[in-house]
């Protein structure tokens, strides 16, 4: 018997669409770009040759359309992992789930989902204006821990080593290290991208080892970042979405990948707070070759 999902766990609005995107199953590529920035939008959006829906619900912005006869959707999903929970689902949903019977497809689509972020380098290596594709993600937001089947797809050594490093305070979430779609990352990252492992911080500021005028928990705690080395993996960058959109791809069977510009160097202390165009280099790169 296919998995019934009922009203209240699948919304499905009026019109058809689903709940927080307003975007209907026929209305979804294959191929997703996921930016933070709705305005980031329509900057992708203006290199397609043709677009055939513009949909804005609260932070979530999606436009489809077709970049040299490749159809892409591309879709917002404002700040954080918590978002990233409602995106992944939703998208997963418009892909894998049949609206009329409220019942799982027997053939499930595949989704290619790439990230346009922007992020803060912690590396001399990372300056401002590099490109890093995150080859994993460290999860300080704790969302993937919600789902069953965490411990399957997650590098559990590499936790053990990270949490042993930075005297990990039991009164944060367990970090969650997951590992980007191999294939997808090799292909979008190429000559031009750093790999790197990423950490997705659930906070700009505290968790990211900001402080203005409330102190730290622990004013060490990018010292210990930054000297971090396991298996020749350092750590290279902080953002927000990577490790709930790589964690949530892999349980749900999708591909997925985060880029980033460098917007601020968190040891050089500089930063490119007028990054809107230089973004624009990435963002061609990665409507080449998703
Ligand atoms: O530029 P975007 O894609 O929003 O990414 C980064 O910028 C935001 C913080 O300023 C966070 O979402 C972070 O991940
Ligand atoms: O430092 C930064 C810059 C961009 N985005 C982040 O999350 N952190």
Request: hydrophobic share 35%; proline share 3%.
């Amino acid at each position: 018997m296919p998995k019934f999902f009922a009203e209240s766990e699948l919304i499905i609005n009026r019109d058809g669409s689903i709940f927080h995107l307003h975007v209907k199953p026929e209305q979804l590529a294959d191929k997703v770009i996921l930016v933070g920035d709705p305005g980031r939008v329509s900057l992708v959006a203006s290199h397609f040759d043709n677009q055939e829906c513009d949909i804005e619900s609260r932070e979530f912005h999606t436009i489809t359309g077709t970049y040299r006869g490749k159809r892409i959707s591309v879709v917002s999903t404002g700040i954080g992992c918590d978002n990233i929970d409602i995106v992944l689902n939703e998208l997963d949903a418009l892909a894998n789930i049949d609206f009329t019977t409220r019942t799982e497809k027997e053939q499930l689509r595949k989704l290619t989902l790439v990230r346009i972020g922007t992020c803060g380098g912690l590396q001399e290596y990372t300056p401002v204006g590099t490109f890093i594709a995150s080859e994993k993600s460290i999860g300080f937001d704790g969302l993937l821990n919600f789902y069953s089947g965490r411990n399957d797809v997650c590098d559990l050594p590499f936790e053990e080593a990270f949490k042993q490093h930075m005297q990990w305070n039991p009164q944060l979430c367990a970090p969650y290290v997951i590992d980007a779609d191999k294939e997808t990352l090799e292909r979008i990252a190429g000559d031009e991208m750093v790999r790197g492992v990423t950490i997705a911080c659930g906070g700009f500021f505290g968790p990211q080892g900001r402080e203005l005028r409330i102190p730290l928990a622990d004013p060490k705690q990018n010292e210990k970042v930054e000297s971090f080395e396991y298996n020749g993996h350092r750590i290279t960058n902080f953002e927000m979405e990577s490790s709930a959109l790589a964690g949530l791809a892999r349980l749900m069977g999708h591909k997925a990948v985060t880029c980033c510009m460098v917007i601020a160097n968190r040891r050089a202390k500089n930063v490119n707070a007028n990054y809107k165009n230089s973004i624009d280099e990435l963002i061609k790169l990665v409507l080449e070759r998703i």
